[in-house]
């Protein structure tokens, strides 16, 4: 069999320096290998050859569910929507599948847990997709003592699957480090990284016990904000801080804004509310007035800028999100809001039960 990087997955080569999977040839020997790229990606920060393509992780998601017995799906608690594409969602419903709500550890410290587990499990059902869930943290370890105990009960090949960046690979890195099944006989680790489309192949780890995990490339998602930027400005976006909210209190002709990136403009409001704004990443929604619109739009220092937006009107009920895929979202309290919603052409959104805060469950 061809061997691969262990990192990212790709068929180790020695001929192309610029392409995936790239070993000189005086290093290859029978040992594990990483590639360059990995290499470059864990030691320096640095992809220089970049994402995974859509058609290529979808080719590759696709033979390993051949192969699977069973799938994990991860989704990324702070992008859910954006984690459930009807494509993806379609390929693995037919499979055991477990769903792991990672990246527990940036929702706000007194965030109950189990609360948060019947949320998704709520959302997911209201997709039409019954799954188990399990909210988990790969960066603190939450919730993987239940993801073990499943594993183990699934006793075969176990797929782990989701979009670009949600966590996938640390997941498989945690999971190997806790000794699942024995633990593996090797030493290197799937390659974790900021920049979204990593893991270019699937891979897998056979564990002392004789069955095996294998990572896949993550799906490549349409309308996530994140995904239309460089690399760098994308790296801005991505959820890695705990979920920070403001809470505004917005009238007719006031606006929430992201310099460059999104406008959220009041037209009505059906009584006294105010309005949240919720960011994982390195950047965070402001009041202005309508007024200024253009101006928080058009005039930015950020690197990137948008050349074509798209606008829409929704209407915001109380104690529901509207999540903007890739970036964040605003939840309304107390009162209706009509928006005019204002973001780059192409970027998603998804209304929902609030996930923060105190909610009503059917
Ligand atoms: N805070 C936090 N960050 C996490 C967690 N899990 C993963 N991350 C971060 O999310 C980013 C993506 O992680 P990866 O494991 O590379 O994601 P992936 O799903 O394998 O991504 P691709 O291979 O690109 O599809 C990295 O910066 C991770 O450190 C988590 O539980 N909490
Ligand atoms: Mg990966
Ligand atoms: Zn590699
Ligand atoms: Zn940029």
């Given at each position: 069999?061809?061997?691969?990087?262990?990192?990212?997955?790709?068929?180790?080569?020695?001929?192309?320096?610029?392409?995936?999977?790239?070993?000189?040839?005086?290093?290859?020997?029978?040992?594990?290998?990483?590639?360059?790229?990995?290499?470059?990606?864990?030691?320096?920060?640095?992809?220089?050859?970049?994402?995974?393509?859509?058609?290529?992780?979808?080719?590759?998601?696709?033979?390993?569910?051949?192969?699977?017995?069973?799938?994990?799906?991860v989704v990324d608690l702070i992008d859910f929507e954006a984690g459930l594409p009807q494509e993806l969602i379609g390929l693995i419903r037919e499979k055991p599948c477990l769903v792991a709500a990672n990246k527990a550890d940036l929702l706000p410290k007194q965030t109950p847990l189990?609360?948060?587990?019947?949320?998704?499990?709520?959302?997911?059902?209201?997709?039409?997709?019954?799954?188990?869930?399990?909210?988990?943290?790969?960066?603190?370890?939450?919730?993987?003592?239940?993801?073990?105990?499943?594993?183990?009960?699934?006793?075969?090949?176990?797929?782990?699957?989701?979009?670009?960046?949600?966590?996938?690979?640390?997941?498989?890195?945690?999971?190997?480090?806790?000794?699942?099944?024995?633990?593996?006989?090797?030493?290197?680790?799937?390659?974790?990284?900021?920049?979204?489309?990593?893991?270019?192949?699937?891979?897998?780890?056979?564990?002392?016990?004789?069955?095996?995990?294998?990572?896949?490339?993550?799906?490549?998602?349409?309308?996530?904000?994140?995904?239309?930027?460089?690399?760098?400005?994308?790296?801005?976006?991505?959820?890695?801080?705990?979920?920070?909210?403001?809470?505004?209190?917005?009238?007719?002709?006031?606006?929430?804004?992201?310099?460059?990136?999104?406008?959220?403009?009041?037209?009505?409001?059906?009584?006294?509310?105010?309005?949240?704004?919720?960011?994982?990443?390195?950047?965070?929604?402001?009041?202005?007035?309508?007024?200024?619109?253009?101006?928080?739009?058009?005039?930015?220092?950020?690197?990137?800028?948008?050349?074509?937006?798209?606008?829409?009107?929704?209407?915001?009920?109380?104690?529901?999100?509207?999540?903007?895929?890739?970036?964040?979202?605003?939840?309304?309290?107390?009162?209706?809001?009509?928006?005019?919603?204002?973001?780059?052409?192409?970027?998603?959104?998804?209304?929902?039960?609030?996930?923060?805060?105190?909610?009503?469950?059917?």
């Open positions: 069999m061809q061997k691969q990087c262990k990192g990212c997955g790709a068929a180790i080569q020695s001929s192309r320096p610029d392409d995936y999977g790239y070993v000189p040839e005086h290093l290859l020997g029978d040992e594990e290998v990483i590639c360059q790229r990995c290499f470059r990606i864990s030691h320096y920060g640095l992809d220089e050859i970049g994402p995974v393509l859509a058609q290529d992780s979808i080719k590759a998601i696709r033979a390993g569910l051949d192969w699977a017995d069973g799938v994990l799906l189990p609360e948060v587990r019947r949320w998704v499990k709520e959302r997911l059902d209201h997709m039409g997709f019954r799954a188990e869930v399990i909210v988990v943290s790969a960066a603190a370890g939450e919730g993987f003592p239940q993801l073990a105990d499943w594993i183990q009960d699934l006793k075969g090949n176990l797929l782990i699957a989701g979009v670009t960046n949600v966590g996938k690979s640390r997941v498989i890195a945690r999971l190997l480090q806790m000794r699942l099944g024995g633990g593996y006989r090797g030493s290197q680790k799937p390659t974790v990284s900021p920049y979204p489309g990593t893991t270019v192949e699937c891979s897998s780890w056979e564990l002392i016990t004789g069955f095996r995990l294998a990572d896949s490339p993550g799906y490549v998602p349409q309308g996530r904000l994140s995904d239309l930027l460089c690399p760098e400005c994308a790296r801005e976006l991505i959820p890695d801080h705990r979920l920070s909210s403001s809470l505004y209190p917005i009238e007719k002709g006031h606006v929430l804004h992201i310099p460059g990136l999104a406008g959220i403009e009041c037209v009505q409001v059906h009584g006294e509310g105010v309005l949240m704004g919720f960011s994982g990443s390195g950047v965070g929604w402001r009041k202005s007035s309508a007024k200024h619109l253009d101006k928080w739009l058009w005039e930015h220092e950020r690197h990137c800028s948008v050349d074509s937006w798209e606008h829409k009107s929704i209407t915001l009920q109380p104690n529901t999100d509207l999540m903007i895929h890739g970036l964040g979202w605003v939840s309304a309290r107390k009162t209706t809001y009509d928006l005019r919603i204002h973001l780059p052409a192409g970027v998603r959104i998804s209304l929902r039960p609030n996930l923060i805060g105190p909610k009503k469950f059917r």
